[in-house]
């Protein structure tokens, strides 16, 4: 006979104890960035504000606006629409089309916009086909815009649909095949099913993968600078840097995280006390539909348009670059841009994961209310862009420094300089601030896969917590461990808003000295290092492409 058992069963009793203690000064520690921007606001900024206020802030929330309406609606058709048809279908290509629709998700924004600007701008390939060798020589030959508030819309939509595809797919697989088939039976087609019956169960996968590429889309930085798209991230980079305003820049931070507030709201109460819930026992092999004719070559054109467009093209686009002019391209070494960016990364996700370890280890240990609210602060920092994460933590640091500097001198007259600010110490506390919540989940699902019994038997043999954290749950959850490491890795390597407001004087990462050549205009420069994080960014596609092969298993097609 089998027992019920939950992870409490064996837990230590609630108290206050070392875990406790660690995993709220966690999340103490790594939500202090978020407050110290929210309470910018109480700071008189002097005239700098009221300057904002007058000049960008309306073109700075207009623009956020019809980004996230245009985004938004771009990633709900393609995801949905694509994750329906290699769920739901079956026709030439589908295999491959299934993992290959995640691809565009290995693609940082700001590359793809670089890459389509160099395609589409006067003097690209493009304009120099239609109008030298096919002799197409009108000067009001219409070529579109990419520099553009239309340009960014479509750039960040072929890198975000994977999103909502990824959800939705999911989402899809998991439906009743009973209720489905039972639809098919009362007289309602593929298309009355997907619109009246698998769409409404899906909703909330469609919101929660929405709701990610809209955040994304407000923390953007690169492809909006690129394309002249004026956004509350170019405004807070500006102000920051250009400008030499930190309190201003504060501020800028603290209404975009009203904007990313606004955005988990309105999710969560658009699902209201509707439930989205089916039968169970219902899962089975299920029937997808054989697509034949025009109908089957339409299915793999839409799945396979995403990907031309997102990852195809603009990988043609910056190997031609280099194609074109190979010495000026390769001129720039990039091995230490790469060791930089390697260091970065590896440290980073160490620190990160572990850190992930102990506040997922004292959530399975010392479950309530308080190391769960530690869990939620500790995960929040995701949903921060970069560059809100990098002002929360330049100005108290620089604080810090400041006072450590003044003291210094009027005790010992020596200058201490920058110990925190300007370092790689509050680069690394930025990637963990940003990116502990991708660790957390995957570390945090692999240990609700040990049953709790493994905790009864370790401490019925006279384990401590260390030991059984050591010698138990790590090698069990290694496989998390590593999944958590190489998500963190890659995003680490593509962030480019928080490492370049915290960097080092003269210290250059793949992804800083991309943003350099691109904003130089000198893209030829710009495309190896940026084809490099394209790379790298390929390694948690492949493993989310791998988990997708493993979806429930098909039965015949209809």
Not at 110 to 115: D, E, R, W
């Amino acid at each position: 006979m089998t027992t019920a058992s939950s992870t409490r069963d064996f837990a230590v009793p609630r108290r206050i104890d070392a875990w406790t203690v660690v995993a709220l000064l966690i999340a103490v520690v790594v939500a202090a960035p978020i407050v110290v921007v929210v309470l910018s606001i109480a700071v008189p900024a002097g005239t700098i504000w009221s300057h904002l206020a007058e000049t960008v802030l309306p073109l700075y929330i207009g623009n956020s606006l019809l980004l996230m309406a245009g985004v938004g609606i771009g990633v709900a058709v393609i995801g949905t629409g694509t994750a329906w048809l290699v769920t739901m279908t079956q026709f030439p290509g589908r295999r491959v089309l299934e993992w290959a629709l995640l691809v565009p998700l290995a693609v940082p924004a700001y590359v793809i916009a670089y890459a389509y600007a160099a395609l589409l701008d006067v003097g690209g390939p493009l304009q120099d086909w239609l109008r030298r060798d096919i002799g197409i020589l009108r000067p009001d030959l219409w070529i579109p815009n990419v520099r553009s508030l239309g340009g960014a819309i479509v750039v960040l939509t072929l890198v975000l649909y994977p999103y909502v595809y990824l959800l939705c797919r999911a989402a899809f697989a998991d439906q009743s095949t009973a209720l489905l088939e039972a639809s098919r039976m009362l007289g309602r087609g593929p298309a009355r099913s997907f619109l009246t019956l698998a769409l409404p169960m899906a909703r909330p996968a469609i919101a929660g993968g929405i709701a990610l590429a809209l955040m994304e889309t407000l923390s953007e930085f690169g492809a909006m600078q690129h394309f002249g798209v004026q956004t509350f991230v170019t405004g807070i980079v500006r102000t920051w840097q250009g400008l030499g305003e930190p309190v201003g820049a504060a501020q800028l931070a603290a209404m975009l995280m009203l904007f990313v507030l606004a955005l988990v709201v309105i999710e969560r109460r658009s699902r209201g006390r509707r439930r989205y819930a089916h039968g169970q026992g219902a899962y089975r092999a299920f029937t997808t539909l054989h697509l034949r004719g025009w109908h089957a070559a339409a299915a793999a054109a839409i799945c396979a348009a995403p990907v031309l467009f997102g990852f195809v093209v603009p990988a043609l686009a910056l190997g031609w670059l280099i194609w074109q002019d190979p010495e000026i391209a390769l001129a720039t070494p990039l091995l230490p841009l790469a060791l930089n960016s390697l260091i970065l990364g590896a440290v980073g996700a160490a620190i990160t994961v572990a850190v992930a370890l102990i506040v997922a280890y004292a959530m399975r240990l010392r479950g309530g209310p308080a190391v769960a609210a530690a869990g939620r602060a500790a995960a929040m920092g995701y949903a921060i862009p970069g560059a809100v994460i990098a002002v929360g933590i330049m100005l108290p640091f620089a604080w810090i420094d400041n006072q450590v500097d003044a003291i210094m001198r009027a005790t010992f007259g020596i200058s201490t300089g920058l110990l925190l600010s300007g370092t790689v110490i509050a680069v690394l506390f930025g990637y963990v601030v940003r990116f502990l919540a991708v660790a957390l989940n995957a570390v945090e699902a692999s240990l609700t896969r040990v049953t709790p019994n493994m905790d009864g038997a370790a401490r019925l043999l006279g384990a401590t917590t260390w030991e059984m954290l050591r010698r138990v749950h790590v090698p069990l959850i290694r496989g998390g461990l590593v999944t958590a490491s190489i998500l963190v890795f890659v995003e680490v390597m593509k962030e480019l808003p928080a490492t370049l407001l915290m960097r080092p004087f003269n210290f250059n990462t793949l992804a800083v000295q991309t943003y350099h050549f691109a904003a130089d205009e000198r893209l030829a420069e710009a495309a190896p290092p940026a084809l490099l994080v394209v790379a790298v960014g390929l390694l948690p596609v492949l493993v989310l492409a791998r988990r997708i092969a493993r979806a429930r298993p098909e039965g015949n097609g209809a």
